[in-house]
T-cell receptor, first 114, second 114 residues
């Protein structure tokens, strides 16, 4: 079974631009979560989608948004990029049920904002 | 406010000895805990989990201990192997709403010396 895939793997953008990252979950997984990883901050939860609905949201500004499609693929969008948005963005998928807690991560998208 | 803390940024252990990685949390509502291992340029890999109704869970060389009164959990790796060298993250969830909002620690870099 294929794992979680994320595209692109690397991205360089300029301040003020916007960016869209994509995540394809493991087949059959309906929950997709997004995390931001920066040095010293660990992984910080952005949001989680289940069946095309955002179920939970972390403490990030409204510039960070996401969506999920009917095939469970998810996209994350960051508008008006700031230098501090440079990070590794990880998505994780899980079955989504109340007895399936394990999340499986993709390799991440490394975003550099200049 | 860091609700999940890994106070040791790094740890070095001789091959064959025990590695003990620690994690403290502040939110008494957390009821599910996970450990992940992360190699460079890869997403985190799920290792082991424990729910708050248990105080120990074992899987091969990996054992997680939970002390709810102290709000502390630890991951024991016995015996440690050079391939265990990676960054280890603990994560906690208050799954009362059935969602997957995980709070991660900042990670501990484990180096197993041959």
């Amino acid at each position: 079974k294929a794992g979680v895939t994320q595209t692109p793997r690397y991205l360089i953008k300029t301040r003020g631009q916007q960016v869209t990252l994509s995540c394809s979950p493991i087949s059959g997984h309906r929950s997709v979560s997004w995390y931001q990883q920066t040095p010293g901050q660990g992984l910080q939860f952005l949001f989680e989608y289940f069946s095309e609905t955002q179920r939970n949201k972390g403490n990030f500004p409204g510039r960070f948004s996401g969506r999920q499609f009917s095939n469970s693929r998810s996209e994350m969008n960051v508008s008006t990029l700031e230098l501090g948005d440079s990070a590794l963005y990880l998505c994780a998928s899980s079955l989504g049920g109340t007895d399936a807690y394990e999340q499986y991560f993709g390799p991440g998208t490394r975003l550099t904002v200049t | 406010d860091q609700q999940v803390k890994q106070n040791s940024p790094s740890l070095s252990v001789q091959e064959g000895r025990i590695s003990i990685l620690n994690c403290d949390y502040t939110n008494s509502m957390f009821d599910y805990f996970l450990w992940y291992k992360k190699y460079p340029a890869e997403g985190p890999t799920f290792l082991i989990s424990i729910s708050s109704i248990k105080d120990k869970n074992e899987d091969g060389r990996f054992t997680v201990f939970l002390n709810k009164s102290a709000k502390h959990l630890s991951l024991h790796i016995v015996p440690s192997q050079p391939g265990d060298s990676a960054v280890y993250f603990c994560a906690a969830s208050a799954d009362s709403t059935g969602t997957y909002k995980y709070i991660f620690g900042t990670g501990t870099r484990l180096k197993v010396l041959a």
